[in-house]
């Protein structure tokens, strides 16, 4: 059983920053993929980032490159989304999940089992 725990959403101003926490526990941190999420009010929940531990490669959607960056901690099994430039467009309730790490970004849902609560994101215009 894997247990993730989001942490570090709130409301920020157009332009601003945050970053996103996702502490893992429960599994060998390095052997497994990480990926974040997000889900407007309305929409399909949507693939944001993620990296694959073993190998360190990342991957983003078009639209947060240059703007989200993912990285992790493997002293605290931690893995980060620093996310600057936000957008309101941004806004959504964001997801951290885990899948197991073939070498390569996992970017489908149904690739990854387990999952996170949840942290609201909240961009204001």
């Known amino acids: 059983q894997v247990q993730l725990v989001e942490s570090g959403g709130g409301l920020v101003q157009a332009g601003g920053s945050l970053r996103l926490s996702c502490a893992a526990s429960?599994?060998?941190?390095?052997?497994?993929?990480m990926g974040w999420f997000r889900q407007a009010p309305g929409k399909e929940r949507e693939f944001v980032a993620g990296m694959s531990l073993s190998a360190g490669n990342t991957y983003y959607v078009d639209s947060v490159k240059g703007r989200f960056t993912i990285s992790r901690d493997n002293a605290k099994n931690t893995v980060y989304l620093q996310m600057n430039s936000l957008k309101p467009e941004d806004t959504a309730v964001y997801y951290c999940?885990?899948?197991?790490?073939?070498?390569?970004?996992?970017?489908?849902?149904?690739?990854?089992?387990?999952w996170g609560q949840g942290t609201q994101v909240t961009v204001s215009s």
């Open positions: 429960g599994r060998t941190f390095s052997r497994y993929a």
């Open positions: 999940a885990s899948a197991t790490d073939m070498g390569w970004v996992p970017t489908r849902r149904n690739q990854y089992d387990y």
